[in-house]
């Protein structure tokens, strides 16, 4: 089993809906991250979290540590966030450890 | 700031052959981490350096190596290139202590 897990692998929506990614985790963190990739390779970080929820713009962060789970929530979705989403936990070092990723499609 | 900047963005190399990757990570960051992506196995975590040493290092076989300069930059170092080793190669910086990471836009290998 896979020490971060993701689901769903593959998600497809249409514009304007909203969207949420699950991440859980079985080891203990110091952090949880999501990245996005877009075709053609550069990763961004868009949150790092240790506990409750982060907000910026059109994406929500949550993390809920006695469970090991947080969501990615993406509001009011539009084509060109259309990408992939990957989960990654810190293990008190800078090595982060990644789940396999969830391709976001969403069409106009 | 200056992002993480990794060179090249592209090469292909022949089977056999060695190459060598660079990363300059954001200025005062002295972490940088390299990770591997391929579609099978995803990312990958290669090594991490810190202060010129390498802190952590993943599974990797002795073919992958790197090293960290007085300025922080650091290289990573294929040698006897595999068709395998064909992947995109990221590196990380991060602030000294603190968790978060920084990617540059990677290094796309092909093996031929």
């Known amino acids: 089993k896979n020490e971060v897990e993701q689901s769903p692998q593959n998600l497809t929506a249409q514009e304007g809906e909203f969207i949420t990614i699950n991440c859980s985790y079985s080891?203990?963190?110091?952090?949880l991250h999501w990245l996005q990739q877009h075709p053609g390779g550069g990763i961004v970080s868009l949150f790092m979290?240790?506990?409750g929820k982060k907000k910026h713009g059109r994406l929500i962060a949550t993390i809920n540590i006695q469970e090991k789970h947080s969501s990615l929530h993406i509001t009011a979705s539009h084509p060109r966030d259309s990408a992939v989403y990957i989960c990654a936990v810190s293990k008190g070092s800078e090595k982060l450890v990644f789940g396999k990723g969830t391709k976001l499609t969403v069409n106009p | 700031k200056a992002g993480v900047t990794q060179t090249p963005r592209y090469l292909i190399k022949t089977r056999g052959q060695q190459v060598t990757l660079s990363c300059s990570p954001i200025s005062g960051h002295r972490s940088v981490s390299w990770y591997q992506q391929t579609p099978g196995q995803g990312l990958q975590f290669l090594f991490e350096?810190?202060?010129?040493?390498?802190?952590n290092k993943g599974n990797f076989p002795g073919r992958f190596s790197g090293r960290q300069f007085s300025n922080s930059r650091s290289e990573m170092n294929v040698s006897t290139l595999e068709l395998g080793d064909s992947a995109l190669y990221l590196c990380?910086?991060?602030?000294?202590?603190?968790?978060?990471?920084?990617f540059g836009q990677g290094t796309r290998l092909t093996v031929v």
């Open positions: 080891v203990g963190i110091s952090a």
């Open positions: 990380a910086s991060s602030p000294n202590g603190r968790p978060e990471a920084f």
């Open positions: 350096y810190f202060s010129e040493t390498q802190r």
């Open positions: 979290l240790s506990s």
